[in-house]
């Protein structure tokens, strides 16, 4: 699976941000899709995660209520909505596809990256 992520930018505190990743190489039914990000001098953080189910989706508890996974399955496209963005979401956001469902332990290591797409959030 080979993934293109794209709509970092540079963003005040209280926007919102919308990122996408198309995904391409295998049918979109054999895998679930999801976003990492890496804020500077810390780990990789899982954001969330989708599956082919459309409501099937998994967040990480510091984004619950703020970001929006979603999927067309027809572009094979992945996105994430960021509201009330802070400061601390400032990251490289990755975009990733594994054939495990969302919330499962292979999403701890995602079989396939995309390249990031940086987020700054000033204050």
């Known amino acids: 699976v080979q993934l293109q992520a794209s709509g970092g930018g540079l963003v005040q505190a209280g926007d919102s941000l919308k990122l996408s990743c198309a995904a391409s190489?295998?049918?979109?039914?054999?895998?679930?899709l999801g976003w990492f990000r890496q804020a500077p001098g810390k780990e990789r953080e899982f954001v969330a995660s989708i599956g082919w189910r459309l409501s099937s989706t998994y967040y990480a508890q510091s984004v619950k209520g703020r970001f929006t996974i979603s999927r067309d399955n027809a572009k094979n496209t992945v996105y994430l909505q960021m509201n009330s963005l802070t400061p601390e979401d400032s990251a490289v956001y990755y975009c990733?596809?594994?054939?495990?469902?969302?919330?499962?332990?292979?999403?701890?290591?995602?079989?396939?990256w995309g390249q990031g797409t940086l987020v700054t959030v000033s204050s």
């Open positions: 990733a596809a594994d054939p495990g469902a969302p919330g499962s332990s292979s999403w701890r290591v995602p079989r396939y």
């Open positions: 190489g295998r049918p979109a039914a054999s895998y679930s």
